[in-house]
């Protein structure tokens, strides 16, 4: 489930792009954001 991006934008959220292979954030630590990811692959 995803979030309505204009209500995230309306609480500040950014937007950033990533590139190929760049690590978003890493499994078993303590997520201090929000990350919704809009389209991607693994």
């Known amino acids: 489930m995803q979030i309505d ?5 309306t ?3 950014i937007v950033k792009k990533y590139k ?3 690590v978003v954030f890493y499994e078993d630590k ?3 954001l929000y990350y919704q ?3 991607g692959s693994t």
């Open 11 to 13: 609480w500040g959220a």
């Open 5 to 9: 991006l204009d209500l995230l934008f």
């Open 37 to 39: 990811i809009l389209k």
């Open 30 to 32: 303590w997520a201090l």
């Open 20 to 22: 190929k292979n760049d």
